[in-house]
């Protein structure tokens, strides 16, 4: 059984940074690729980022692109999310997910996931 699990909530103001982290355990995991996610309240869950299994791939949502850089540790079978200039409509519960074979933005398509960490940016 694959589990994954997040960490680096918390909280900051508009223009700061946080880095999130997710660290998978359990059966031998060499996901093909691994993204994350995040849902605002009253919204829907949508695509953050995706690094493929070499780290040499990667994609961004639009909202996010040039702020946040996702990387990956394999040796650690740990991906991060480091989010710079923080704004308030990034506040969101954001997951980690993980897939032995898709890469890509469909969260449909992603086998494994986290419970999700809270991330909140105040104006």
């Known amino acids: 059984q694959v589990q994954l699990a997040e960490s680096g909530t918390g909280w900051v103001q508009a223009g700061g940074f946080l880095r999130l982290s997710c660290a998978a355990s359990?059966?031998?995991?060499?996901?093909?690729?691994m993204g994350w996610f995040r849902q605002a309240p009253g919204k829907g869950r949508e695509f953050v980022a995706v690094?493929?299994?070499?780290?040499?791939?990667?994609y961004y949502a639009d909202s996010v692109k040039g702020r946040f850089t996702i990387s990956r540790d394999n040796a650690k079978n740990t991906v991060y999310l480091q989010m710079n200039s923080l704004k308030p409509e990034d506040t969101a519960v954001y997951y980690c997910?993980?897939?032995?074979?898709?890469?890509?933005?469909?969260?449909?398509?992603?086998?494994?996931w986290g419970q999700g960490t809270q991330v909140t940016v105040s104006s």
């Open positions: 997910a993980a897939s032995d074979s898709y890469y890509g933005t469909d969260e449909g398509s992603f086998e494994y």
């Open positions: 690094i493929s299994r070499s780290g040499g791939s990667t």
């Open positions: 359990g059966r031998t995991f060499s996901p093909f690729a």
